[in-house]
T-cell receptor, first 118, second 109 residues
Framework: GAVVSQHPSRVICKSGTSVKIECRSLDFQATTMFWYRQFPKQSLMLMAT?????????EQGVEKDKFLINHASLTLSTLTVTSAHPEDSSFYICSAIRGAGSLYNEQFFGPGTRLTVL | GENVEQHPSTLSVQEGDSAVIKCTYSDSASNYFPWYKQELGKGPQLIIDIRSNVGEKKDQRIAVTLNKTAKHFSLHITETQPEDSAVYFCASTGNQFYFGTGTSLTVIP
């Protein structure tokens, strides 16, 4: 159990377009999900905490109007990269915590989404 | 803020040898320390974790030790196999969650 999926796994888009990435917990409910960004050969950087039914909490330096997060149900969180530019190209990874939890609980990670902005 | 340092950044070992990766943290409030394995193009997978009320935890070939006084914790992999080759990340959870910088492990057959 505890499987997290992401869709799409890979996306290529033109500069200026918006891209939506979905994160789903397949066999459990997740009140809290997290979105990370990872550059090549670097560690994961936490972008935001997504809470079901409320606004996301963004880390310092992350533009909330640029990276829109919606957590409309207990199994789905979406990240929309608005007006994407080449510098937004990266590997985006989500994670989920079973039930109502915090970062002190085990996170289950999705397989990631490779975004390339031309 | 928290600073999680991870060493070494790269590690090559012969198949069958042991591999040790070390992390240090600065936040005294940290009490949960997971280790993740990430293969190329995939998300991280939890391989073992430890909480601050325990000094050591073992799961088959993988073990983690924690020294809260010195604020460091280590991952030990014994009898390494080629499929252990991946990037390993430590993490620390105190007031916030922080990943280490990663260790690229190569197990040479």
């Amino acid at each position: 159990g505890a499987v997290v999926s992401q869709h799409p796994s890979r996306v290529i888009c033109k500069s200026g377009t918006s891209v939506k990435i979905e994160c789903r917990s397949l066999d459990f409910q997740a009140t809290t999900m997290f979105w990370y960004r990872q550059f090549p050969k670097q560690s994961l950087m936490l972008m935001a905490t997504s809470n079901e039914g409320s606004k996301a909490t963004y880390e310092q330096g992350v533009e909330k109007d640029k990276f829109l997060i919606n957590h409309a149900s207990l199994t789905l969180s979406t990240l929309t990269v608005t007006s994407a530019h080449p510098e937004d190209s990266s590997f985006y990874i989500c994670s989920a915590i079973r039930g109502a939890g915090s970062l002190y609980n085990e996170q289950f990670f999705g397989p990631g989404t490779r975004l390339t902005v031309l | 803020g928290e600073n999680v340092e991870q060493h070494p950044s790269t590690l090559s070992v012969q198949e069958g040898d042991s591999a040790v990766i070390k992390c240090t943290y600065s936040d005294s409030a940290s009490n949960y320390f997971p280790w993740y394995k990430q293969e190329l193009g995939k998300g991280p997978q939890l391989i073992i974790d430890i909480r601050s009320n325990v000094g050591e935890k073992k799961d088959q070939r993988i073990a983690v030790t924690l020294n809260k006084t010195a604020k460091h914790f280590s991952l030990h992999i014994t009898e390494t196999q080629p499929e252990d080759s991946a990037v390993y990340f430590c993490a620390s959870t105190g007031n916030q969650f922080y990943f280490g910088t990663g260790t690229s492990l190569t197990v040479i057959p």
